[in-house]
């Protein structure tokens, strides 16, 4: 990444997105250009590292079927959520990753616990009980490695 970030073609290139979903999780505001959002078509955002994790937490979300209005709350929700005093989807950190656990996505009951997982070590991560409905783990650590596999 240059100091001005890396430009919606090049997002889509490192994570595999395509260029037309990149933009429309954009539109709908599922994820946002931090480094440079101006308004309107044909403008030059420019995305960072943790945009592009966030962009890989929403399109698995959409592959588990999660709705979009879903996938809005849920975001919000990581994006203000600190474990170890870190936000799994906005703070990058070397070596550092996550496990989100995102329980009963859908109704009043929902609720989001994460874990740091340190990409050193092998680290474990293990839900208590099981008697949730429409669990969803999402490895933050795996993300960050194909990013960096790719820039």
């Known amino acids: 990444m240059n100091k001005e970030g890396y430009l919606r073609k090049d997002v889509a290139t490192i994570t595999g997105v395509k260029f037309a979903t990149v933009q429309q999780y954009t539109e709908r505001r599922l994820i946002t250009a931090s480094i440079d959002n101006p308004s309107g078509r044909g403008t030059n955002r420019r995305y960072s590292t943790g945009d592009m994790v966030e962009l890989?937490?929403?399109?698995?979300?959409?592959?588990?079927?999660?709705?979009?209005?879903?996938?809005?709350?849920?975001?919000?929700?990581?994006?203000?959520?600190?474990?170890?005093?870190?936000?799994?989807?906005?703070?990058?950190r070397e070596n550092i990753?996550?496990?989100?656990?995102?329980?009963?996505?859908?109704?009043?009951?929902?609720?989001?616990?994460?874990?740091?997982?340190?990409?050193?070590?092998?680290?474990?991560f293990e839900i208590m009980g099981t008697d949730f409905e429409n669990v969803i783990i999402i490895n933050t650590g795996d993300i960050l490695k194909k990013i960096k596999l790719n820039t």
């Open 97 to 124: 990753g996550f496990y989100v656990v995102i329980m009963n996505h859908g109704t009043e009951k929902m609720s989001i616990q994460g874990s740091v997982l340190n990409l050193d070590h092998n680290s474990n």
């Open 56 to 92: 890989l937490v929403c399109r698995k979300l959409v592959e588990l079927g999660v709705k979009h209005k879903d996938i809005s709350k849920i975001m919000d929700i990581l994006r203000n959520l600190k474990i170890g005093g870190i936000s799994p989807v906005r703070d990058y």
